[in-house]
């Protein structure tokens, strides 16, 4: 099961980082294609190595708005 988890993780981490280096304007990008679908807008959240349950709150995030991601990244 952790080998699972981490394979998951290396997946889910690069989209986080990329929306993170991108700035406002691919966020802002997110957050308008969820307004459109009548959501609140969501936040990708990062990954943080000191906080135990980062890695958990990063996944979860990306599993929330997966569709958008992909909508915005294709």
């Known amino acids: 099961m ?5 394979r998951q993780q290396d997946r889910v981490r690069p989209s986080t980082e990329w929306f993170s280096c991108k700035g406002g304007s691919t966020t802002n990008i997110l957050d308008d294609h ?10 990708l959240i ?3 190595k000191t906080r135990w349950n980062s890695t958990y709150k990063m996944t979860e995030s990306v599993i929330l708005i997966r569709k958008y991601i992909e909508t915005v990244t294709v």
């Open 46 to 48: 990062q990954e943080v």
């Open 34 to 43: 969820q307004r459109r679908d009548g959501k609140t807008p969501l936040q």
């Open 2 to 6: 952790g080998q699972l988890f981490n």
